[in-house]
């Protein structure tokens, strides 16, 4: 995984200008997460230390909420994420395939990011897309019926 999470004073400040607007709101600790992730591109430990601090809250409970919840990283995501459902319905139907062609034609095992940061590949489980099953997304756009061709052509397509 290798990539670094880049933490400047500008990315800082602006982590901070979101802290102050959502301490006004009830719940501030979701919506600061959600900008320190797009901010970052991920909430790694340091920024959950920063934000814990800032909202009154344990490191220990900012990062159970991180990484429970899937919108979350810890790790830096590539460019291009690139998601393969194994829920019943697409793994019965071929979803595995499509996951080791992918991981073939990147050279990554699922939950790693490439070196140069432009891909990321991840299994998850049900998209809620069965009638299309096998599914498959890239970034936000979802591949039904997939095959192992299909996932190839896309990926190429990317490239």
């Not at 999470?5 to 600790?29: F, S």
């Not at 800032?54 to 900012?62: D, F, G, Y």
């Amino acid at each position: 995984m290798g990539t670094k999470v880049l933490i400047t004073k500008e990315r800082l400040a602006n982590l901070y200008a979101a802290m102050e607007r959502n301490k006004l709101k009830p719940g501030p600790l979701m919506p600061t997460l959600q900008e320190a992730q797009s901010i970052f591109g991920c909430v790694p430990i340091e920024i959950q230390k920063v934000i814990g601090k800032e909202l009154h809250e344990s490191v220990a409970k900012i990062n159970g909420v991180v990484t429970f919840y899937s919108m979350f990283s810890i790790e830096p995501k590539g460019e291009n994420i690139i998601s393969v459902c194994l829920g019943t319905a697409c793994y019965v139907r071929g979803s595995q395939g499509i996951l080791d062609a992918f991981s073939d034609e990147l050279k990554l095992k699922p939950g790693e990011t490439s070196e140069d940061g432009k891909f990321t590949l991840q299994a998850t489980r049900c998209i809620g897309a069965c009638g299309l099953a096998p599914t498959f997304t890239v970034n936000e756009t979802i591949y039904g019926n997939g095959t192992v061709q299909k996932a190839r052509e896309i990926l190429a397509g990317i490239r």
